[in-house]
């Protein structure tokens, strides 16, 4: 099982951004799975994810400007990133089930 997150990149305030995590098809029979980001020298958070309810959690700092969504005949999921600030910057992972991570994708904002 293996995750492979894309997307990343150096956009402007203000830009948008989607990010991308394709995985084997096992992992999208659950919806358990999401976003996280560690920027330098702090710890890795939870940026958005599906609940194993199928619900959607964010957390608060993006709330309103990133959407998690999933296409599952493609076996891929995605964080749209709007409104991007500085502090948005992080290496940003995919997570599903818990346990499984992918590479991460460098997300850089700054003018």
């Known amino acids: 099982v293996q995750l492979q997150a894309s997307g990343g990149g150096l956009v402007q305030p203000g830009g948008s951004l989607r990010l991308s995590c394709a995985g084997s098809g096992s992992i999208f029979s659950f919806n358990d799975m999401g976003w996280y980001r560690q920027a330098p020298e702090k710890q890795r958070e939870l940026v958005a994810a599906f609940t194993r309810s199928g619900s959607t959690v964010y957390a608060d700092a993006v709330k309103g400007r990133f959407t998690i969504s999933r296409d599952n005949a493609k076996n891929t999921f995605y964080l749209q990133m709007n409104s991007l600030k500085p502090e948005d910057t992080a290496v940003y992972y995919c997570?599903?089930?818990?346990?499984?991570w992918g590479q991460g994708t460098l997300v850089t904002v700054s003018s």
């Open positions: 997570n599903a089930l818990g346990t499984v």
